[in-house]
């Protein structure tokens, strides 16, 4: 197999997590390719399951070499390793770069590919004390709906459909309930306050607007959390808040929560919680753990081929 890698600009940090799987697999007798642009033909193995692709997240609103690198990996069907920041890291003004997140094929539930071949035992709380997780009783009762804008950055920050979106999302919920809606900002989020006023059209009677508010302190009466795709979903639910998310694509919409909001008022508390928890802790691996999680990937790998 031959690994091909793209570093991230300006990020010492994400670039360290890269090269210990870069180490990792060299030391284990494969190539490693650096590309900064999309490939030639001739530099790929014919078999295409040998082509393994190491980058970091690139979702919706990426654009740029490394998305175009990303997506050509994609559309050849060649294996591809996403590395992503940690989701039970919630502080993100000191995420923890000691760990990492890491799926294979895609960045989706539905569609990748997790190290959970041989699960780890406690795995779930390892996490919990790690980040002083506490698992909470699904909420019973709340007084509102919380609403959270996805980071606008990339594609999104100038496109008219996720204006849109949000917008249909913000009128529909009222149609289904009488709850007030708290609409928050993703705390990434750098779209300015006046042009997403400007873009969103919603009640002003029924929406009460949050600009970079920290909204953790609001879950504490809050019914239900709705987002588009945002790992905040994820802090909800250990906090014992029914989620839905209309992403269906979501990485744990499936398991975890609903995207229909004509629900909203009966929302899905799935009774293995802490069961799917500890499988999508199976995603989370520490620079430590090289040799386990380095091991998975490659067995995982070479059963591609």
């Known amino acids: ?21 870069l180490n990792y697999v060299a030391n284990k007798g494969y190539e490693t ?3 900064d642009s999309l490939l030639s033909e001739k530099f790929l193995n014919k078999n295409k399951s040998e082509n393994v692709l190491i980058s970091f997240c690139t979702g919706e609103g990426s654009r740029g070499k490394r998305k175009d690198i990303y997506d050509f990996f994609i559309s050849k069907k060649f294996p591809v390793i996403i590395i992503d920041r940690n989701y039970f890291c919630f502080d993100r003004l000191n995420t923890d770069h000691s760990s990492i997140r890491i ?24 996490m919990v004390e790690k980040y002083n997780l506490e698992l909470k009783p699904w909420r019973k009762n709340g007084d ?5 804008i996805n980071n606008t950055s990339g594609n999104m920050n100038s496109s008219k459909a996720i204006y849109d979106y949000y917008s249909t999302i913000l ?34 009677n029924k929406v009460e607007f949050f600009y970079k508010k920290d909204f953790s302190a609001y879950l504490k009466n809050c019914w239900a959390f709705v987002t588009r795709n945002s790992s905040s979903s994820l802090y909800a639910i250990i906090n014992g808040i029914p989620i839905f998310v209309s992403n269906k694509k979501q990485p744990f919409s499936v398991s975890l929560g609903l995207t229909d909001l004509s629900k909203i008022e009966e929302p899905y508390m799935p009774e293995n919680r802490e069961e799917i928890l500890n499988m999508l802790s199976h995603r989370i691996w520490f620079k430590n753990e090289i040799d386990i999680f380095g091991e998975k990937i ?6 591609f081929l």
Request: hydrophobic letters at 35%; one cysteine or more.
């Open 1 to 21: 197999m031959k690994f091909f890698y793209n570093l991230p600009e300006g990020s010492p940090k994400k670039q360290e997590l890269l090269r210990i799987i």
């Open 33 to 35: 390719i650096k590309i």
């Open 103 to 126: 799926q294979l094929n895609s960045l989706y539930e539905e569609e990748t590919e997790i190290l959970y071949d041989k699960p780890i035992e406690n795995r779930w709380k390892k």
């Open 144 to 148: 509102y709906i919380m609403v959270m």
């Open 171 to 204: 009128n529909t919920i009222p149609k289904y309930t009488k709850r007030k809606i708290l609409l928050f900002t993703h705390s990434a989020e750098i779209c300015d306050e006046n042009t997403l006023l400007r873009n969103i059209i919603f009640d002003r």
């Open 298 to 303: 490659l067995n995982k790998l070479k059963q």
